[in-house]
């Protein structure tokens, strides 16, 4: 109810794993004195109130698993001592806001499943805290951006089935503490950048169903997966003993 803008003095607000319905009020807003929201598992619809970028002392937004729509609004960006924000698993279309480049103390960060479209913003580099990197299952397009190197706290980074573009860039090498690299089902282009072999403590390594090319760099096998996905593209023989029994299929009609 919007009354619940009442109680000022909240610092959590826990509603989770219920059958909520209806939108977030935006008097949510008034509640600013709250680190931590849940609202998580619930059948909450329409957008997210900008009301919400209110709550600066907010460490906590839980807002996956319900029927938001509309866009990420960009007010979030006021949200500075955030660490956590779960928007996956809704319906949220448009892109990512650039404000998002602000949330500088951020360690998780995922809109998976989801609807969004656009580019990866540049300013998502200014996330040096990050560790968990999630954009899958959306329709982001564009390329990687290069300031995806500066996170170098990284360990997970999901950016598979999207309609990303370009090459991978080298400046991935940097994120040497990734233990899972998911950039399959895209439509990435190039080759793979030698850097990828500085990945050496990845267990997940998957570059499937893209149209990379050229000759697969031996530092492949620097990287920790000794099994990783590379099935789908356009990469050209020899292959490198570490991982020819691990190519695939590739198109190399060309």
């Known amino acids: 109810p919007s009354e619940i803008g009442n109680l000022t003095n909240l610092t959590n607000l826990t509603l989770y794993n219920n059958q909520l319905t209806g939108p977030i009020p935006s008097e949510v807003g008034n509640l600013t004195n709250l680190t931590e929201l849940y609202?998580?598992?619930n059948q909450l619809t329409d957008s997210i109130p900008p009301e919400i970028g209110n709550l600066t002392n907010?460490?906590?937004l839980y807002l996956y698993v319900n029927q938001l729509t509309g866009s990420i609004p960009p007010e979030i960006g006021n949200l500075t001592n955030l660490r956590y924000l779960y928007l996956d698993d809704n319906e949220l279309t448009g892109s990512i806001p650039s404000e998002i480049g602000n949330l500088t103390n951020l360690t998780n960060l995922t809109i998976y499943n989801n609807q969004l479209t656009g580019s990866i913003p540049t300013e998502i580099?200014?996330?040096t805290n990050l560790t968990w990197l999630q954009l899958h299952n959306n329709q982001l397009t564009g390329s990687i951006p290069p300031e995806i190197g500066n996170l170098t706290n990284l360990t997970i980074l999901t950016l598979y089935n999207n309609e990303l573009t370009g090459s991978i860039p080298s400046e991935i090498g940097n994120l040497t503490?990734?233990?899972?690299?998911?950039?399959?089902?895209?439509?990435?282009?190039?080759?793979?950048?030698?850097?990828i072999g500085n990945l050496t403590n990845l267990i997940r390594l998957d570059l499937s169903d893209n149209q990379l090319s050229s000759v697969i760099p031996d530092e492949i096998c620097n990287q920790g997966d000794s099994t990783p996905y590379l099935t789908g593209n356009q990469l050209c023989p020899p292959y490198p003993s570490c991982i020819e029994d691990y190519v695939g299929e590739q198109d190399t009609s060309d």
């Open 39 to 41: 609202l998580l598992n």
């Open 58 to 60: 907010l460490e906590k």
């Open 125 to 127: 580099g200014n996330l």
């Open 177 to 195: 503490n990734l233990t899972r690299l998911y950039l399959g089902s895209n439509q990435l282009t190039g080759s793979i950048p030698p850097e």
